[in-house]
């Protein structure tokens, strides 16, 4: 028996062996490649990622606005920032196996060692960037709630909840140290493993508070990014959540351009490469924008407001009237870019000012007498007037009813005034409402709305802004959908400019280019080869004649709306052609009242600085998320301006004025045959009297125009930078504007 | 009738032969690279191999002194040495329950305590317990009765269970697990009633998926890292991390774990197969130039022999220990004295089952238990129990049976040839 066992025990053995035996030769001969394979993959190296550079902003003559330069972060891993127990728990492992706290700490020591290092690296992070505890855990609380979001997207993208690569990465929670900065950070924080300097970059700059808005700013990556990323496929372009993007203005627009690739490097042990690929960094972007101009209007502009009583804003924006060019666009108030940051929510909360508001393309207004000349024009174009057709002014269009349909010359004036009987140039020149109602009567809403149209109202002006509306065409179709009537009354409001009809000062200032040129295009703000197409506008030139004649006589005529504001000395050999405009203006909330009650039943009334109820309820919900309100309830607490009227009595408007400068003979005749070179606009908030306030304000910015461009304005010299005309012989698809 | 010390008997040289051959190749292994990961830091190759080296010319000198005694004599005092042992596990539990280190004489090694630390070397007290045990059951089974009725089976299992609850506390599942086949082979071997054994087994049986689920997830994933190779079968716990709960393994594991806790088997099989037919050579490759294998030189010390050697390496270890369990045998076939007979089974049965389950680990047969490759794994209590063990069943083979020793246990009419 017992050898009989001894024999199965053996037999077992040897089974076992057997098996043993036969997976040695699977693995190691029949299958030997597959994990030689494996081995050498083992020896690779983790592929590294080399960092790129944003590219550079500059203006029309190449002058530096925006760039990267080299600075240091101090980056804290993210397990840290987000207090993750795992990443607590793997830390504590490894710093007791390190033998940090020495070798036979147990692991409550190291645990209690750890979290008092954290929390003296907070104090030592507070004191080293002198802003305080709550503002270092305002930052934290920032990138984990961005970290997070990025998270739940990919989860949900991906299926299933699985650490993301972000989570293993150190983030910026103290940015843009300089060198010395950074030594003394590298001497405090070096005893921390989980704190590291790290070689970054920042964005500088360097146009000042005139060019903030256009230049915008970068922030940082969030979830929605990198769901709408246009590189979401290139894998060395696409968005981390450690990037910055493009947040506003150009820095958002010319994002695609401005984005570099980064680089790669894979390599093995054993110091092979695999793949090098150096980082490419991201493409220029070049203004049309004349930065020297841009200031120097900022500045006047600026020293202009500050003499009027109600005013504290407006736009100016100026175009080569060729090429449609952005030279110039002045956004007043402006804030600085270096600190927008920190003091973002003082510039929130400047109601009255809205220094952060985008006026020359994201606010509009409604255009007032600047439309006339179209008005005109179409009128002429469709035969409803004639050259000479005459339309008597006499202070009101029904003399049945003076108090309605009244021309400005009768309004607000003790002694009643008319303009008789005025053709169209006249009418122009004078602004005369009468004129316009009758010709806007006769050619109906509709036909008129087709002419807006043709002149850009209503669409976007092309610059590509995210901040960009499109102002508002009265169209039937837009009409219906915000549910008015059209009537014959609409057809008189919408030829003064009134009513409906809304216009950005960029529109405002291609409006004025088409009038000089006769065609229209879009505006651009980024010089490239590419000229965009050119619709050529219809009109017999005996009726531009007569549009361009009475805009010459709004500034050049003793009885032109303009003529002591506007008119420049014909020495300069330039006559400004243009044309006034305001628009009724109602004052604009600037804070509002919410009777609110919170969670302890407790009631009060919280004054919120905002323009609109929504933004109002959007800031008091941030401020104060678990209070209970009624919608209904707030109100209006102040406006701007405080009277509803101005000092004489009239209601307040907007100022417009709209011009371009032509070239003129010694006698201060426009040379007509001259193509004309630069078309402006100048837009006062609150400004009162178009004529008065902006036609002041265009005659200096016609003075910066002139000593800023000089030999420049001459459009056959050409403003545009040749550069990047050279070689394409631009053969524009030329259309007819249906 | 003793035979005297330097005569090991036919047998007795072959074990010798072979195991010089296995210590030989595990120096060699330790050689193999400058320095070797220990615990995070490098140690230089010479000072370990240094050490190993010394361990194993006091085990000879601890084999010398043991055919010296004779088995007989250390069975005689068996019950008194497995008590010592038993003894010497207690520190480790005090420790692991009570935070009492002894004066950090119990270090704690990845969350277990398992050796006790003496200057200059560290102990552990579960290696001796195997010897120990052995030699104990040998001297009780030699009655019959002891193994033939269930009352007489009683104490060796309670002989099992007490060293098996005090080594898993510690916690050291793969020294316990060793205990099994051992237990097994000895009653087996003793003519133990196949009804017995079968109820044993059936018991275990039952036990077994509870004492699983008792385990801590590490231990689950290790013990599941068998099925967790296959790719199809990972991908069935992500699909459905709910019906496969039981494995203790989440659907994030299962998604990592090549690179988590399959990281080892993984690269000790890459190790292994790269080795291909005559392996990389010494001091070669991939595995053994860099870092990448955790415990190369004890556990996963097979992976690195093959990865050198190749196939052939492994064939030359793999016989060296068929040569040793052959000798063995036929050493317990020629004892007439069932003590010895018993010891010469049971010291097969150890090393045998320690081999079976470190290359079976190491090539992804089996769970990864911690287990050390008797005479190659660095480790000196290891290498002591071993030649101990061996001593032992040399010491079998030099001695003749007494000619007062009872009448050999078998019952059944089967002559046995007694060789001189």
């Known amino acids: 028996m017992f050898e009989q066992r001894i024999k199965i025990l053996l037999a077992m053995m040897g ?78 492992r490894r710093l007791k196996r390190n033998g940090k706290y020495g070798r036979s700490s147990s692991e409550k020591d190291v645990s209690v060692r750890f979290d008092g290092e954290v929390k003296q690296m907070w104090l030592d992070l507070a004191l080293f960037f002198d802003g305080g505890v709550d503002d270092m855990a305002n930052r934290v609380d920032s990138i984990c709630n961005r970290i997070e979001a990025i998270k739940v997207d990919v989860a949900k993208r991906r299926g299933f909840t699985a650490p993301i690569r972000e989570e293993r990465m150190g983030h910026a929670v103290v940015e843009n140290l300089t060198d010395q900065q950074q030594v003394r950070a590298r001497s405090i924080f070096s005893r921390y493993s989980w704190v590291k300097v790290e070689d970054s970059t920042k964005r ?73 690929t150096a980082p490419v960094p991201g493409s220029d972007v070049q203004l049309t924008i004349r930065s020297d101009l841009q200031t120097r209007l900022f500045e006047m502009f600026g020293e202009q407001i500050a003499e009027l009583p109600y005013s504290r804003s407006g736009s100016i924006v100026v175009l080569d009237a060729q090429s449609r060019e952005c030279l110039a666009m002045v956004s007043y108030p402006s804030y600085d870019p270096q600190t927008f940051g920190e003091h973002y929510n003082l510039l929130r909360d400047d109601t009255v000012r809205n220094p952060l508001a985008f006026r020359a393309v994201a606010r509009h207004y409604a255009p007032g007498s600047i439309v006339k000349p179209l008005v005109c024009l179409a009128g002429l174009i469709e035969g409803q007037i004639t050259t000479s057709s005459t339309f008597d002014c006499q202070g009101a269009l029904f003399p049945s009813k003076p108090d309605r349909w009244r021309c400005w010359a009768a309004a607000g004036s003790s002694v009643r005034r008319r303009h008789g009987p005025v053709v169209a140039w006249e009418a122009i020149k004078y602004s005369c409402n009468i004129f316009m109602y009758s010709t806007g009567q006769l050619l109906g809403a509709n036909k008129l709305t087709t002419y807006f149209d043709m002149f850009g109202l209503g669409k976007a002006s092309g610059t590509g802004l995210r901040e960009e509306v499109g102002g508002i065409n009265p169209t039937p179709s837009f009409m219906a959908s915000i549910a008015r009537p059209i009537t014959p009354g609409s057809a008189r409001q919408f ?100 009777p609110y009650e919170d969670i302890d039943g407790k009631t009060g009334i919280k004054l919120v600085f905002a323009n609109t109820k929504s933004d109002a309820i959007g800031f008091f919900l941030h401020d104060y998320p678990d209070a209970t309100f009624d919608p209904r309830d707030i109100e209006v607490a102040d406006r701007w301006p405080t009277s509803m009227t101005a000092e004489n009595g009239r209601k307040h408007s907007h100022a417009w004025f709209v011009a371009y400068l032509q070239e003129c003979d010694a006698a201060g005749q426009p040379l007509w045959d001259k193509k004309p070179s630069i078309a402006f606009a100048v837009m006062v908030e609150y400004g009162g009297s178009g004529g008065r306030v902006s036609g002041t304000i265009a005659q200096r910015v016609a003075d910066v125009l002139l000593n800023v461009l000089g030999p420049d304005l001459d459009p056959d010299f050409s403003t545009s930078t040749d550069r990047f005309r050279d070689g394409s012989e631009a053969v524009s698809d030329r259309e007819t504007s249906p | 009738m003793r035979r005297p010390v330097y005569d090991l008997t036919q047998p007795g040289w072959v074990i010798a032969v072979a195991v010089a051959i296995l210590v030989a190749m595990g120096l060699a292994a330790i050689c193999a690279s400058n320095t070797v990961p220990v615990g995070g830091r490098n140690v230089s190759s010479a000072v370990m191999a240094g050490k190993q080296a010394g361990v194993a010319v006091a085990c000879l000198a601890l084999s010398i002194l043991i055919l010296r005694i004779g088995y007989m004599q250390l069975a005689r005092m068996s ?22 280190t002894f004066g950090g004489l119990v270090p704690e090694s990845r969350g277990a305590f398992r050796s006790i630390r003496l200057p200059g070397f ?61 237990l097994f082979g000895m009653l087996f071997v003793a003519g133990a009633r196949i009804k017995h054994l079968g109820a044993i087994i059936l018991l275990g049986m039952v036990v077994a998926p509870f004492t699983f689920m008792k385990l801590h997830s590490y231990q689950k994933s290790r013990i599941m890292a068998v099925a967790l190779q296959s790719k199809t079968f990972r991908a069935k716990i992500e699909a459905d991390p709910e019906k496969y709960a039981f494995t203790g393994v989440n659907k994030r594991e299962a998604q990592e774990w090549e690179v988590s806790s399959g990281m080892q088997l993984v690269r000790s099989k890459a190790a292994l197969g790269s080795g291909g037919v005559f392996g990389q050579g010494w001091g070669k490759g991939t595995y053994v130039e860099y870092n990448f294998l955790p415990d190369r030189h004890n556990d996963f010390v097979f992976a690195i022999v093959g990865h050198q050697w190749g196939h052939l390496g492994c064939l030359l270890v793999l016989g060296c220990y068929v040569a040793i369990v ?4 036929e050493i317990a076939s020629v004892t007439p004295e069932p003590c010895g007979r018993l010891l010469a089974m049971g010291v097969v049965c150890l090393i045998s089952a320690q081999t079976v389950i470190n290359v079976g680990m190491t090539v992804g047969l089996m769970p990864i238990t911690g287990m050390t490759l008797p005479f190659v794994s660095y480790g000196g209590s290891s290498l002591m129990t071993n030649f101990v063990a061996t001593a032992l069943l040399i010491s079998v083979s030099q001695n003749r049976p007494f000619s007062l020793a009872r009448k050999p246990f078998e019952w059944g009419d089967r002559g046995h040839s007694i060789q001189s």
């Open chain 1, 15 to 92: 089974f076992a062996l057997a098996i043993l035996v036969v997976r040695l030769i699977d693995m190691q001969v029949v299958h030997a490649h597959v994990y030689e394979q494996q081995a050498d993959r083992a020896l690779l190296l983790r592929p590294k990622t080399l960092p790129t550079v944003r590219g550079r902003i500059l203006d029309r003559t190449g002058k530096l606005l925006v760039s990267d330069e080299p600075c240091w972060d101090i980056e804290v891993d993210y397990g840290v920032l987000s207090g993750d127990p795992d990443y607590r728990k793997a830390m504590i």
């Open chain 1, 204 to 276: 500088v700059y360097r146009g000042g508070m005139s060019l903030a808005h256009i230049l915008g700013r970068v922030v940082p990556v969030t979830a929605e990014h990198m769901n709408s990323d246009v590189y979401a496929d290139d894998r060395l372009r696409s968005l981390t959540g450690t990037d910055r993007i493009g947040g506003a203005g150009i820095e958002y627009s010319m994002e695609a351009q401005l984005r570099g690739t980064r680089g790669e490097f894979h390599g093995t042990r054993t110091g092979e490469v695999l793949t090098s």
């Open chain 1, 495 to 594: 030829a003064i400019g009134q009513a409906e009809v809304a216009a950005t000062p960029v529109q405002a200032a291609n409006l004025m280019a088409s009038y000089a040129t006769g065609e229209f295009r879009h505006v651009s703000l980024v010089c490239s080869n590419d000229e965009g197409p050119v619709w050529e506008l219809p009109g017999d030139p005996n009726y531009w004649r007569v549009i361009r004649r009475g805009m010459f006589g709004v500034v050049n005529d003793t009885d032109g709306t303009a003529f002591t504001q506007a008119r420049i000395p014909t020495e300069s050999g330039y006559v400004l052609l243009g044309k006034t405009g305001s628009a009724e203006a109602v004052p604009a909330p600037i804070s509002y009242e919410i």
């Open chain 2, 79 to 100: 019950y008194p040495i497995f008590f010592i042992c038993l003894i010497l596990l207690l520190p480790m539990i005090v420790s692991k329950y009570f935070g009492f």
């Open chain 2, 122 to 182: 560290s102990l552990q007290p579960s290696e001796f317990m195997k010897v120990s045990y052995i030699l104990a059951m040998a001297w009780y089974l030699r009655f019959r009765k002891n193994y033939r009725t269930i009352d007489g089976l009683m104490l060796p299992i309670l002989f099992s269970i007490i060293p098996m609850v005090l080594i898993l506390f510690e916690p050291d599942l793969g020294t316990v697990l060793l205990f099994i086949p051992v």
């Open chain 2, 326 to 329: 052959i000798a063995g045998v």
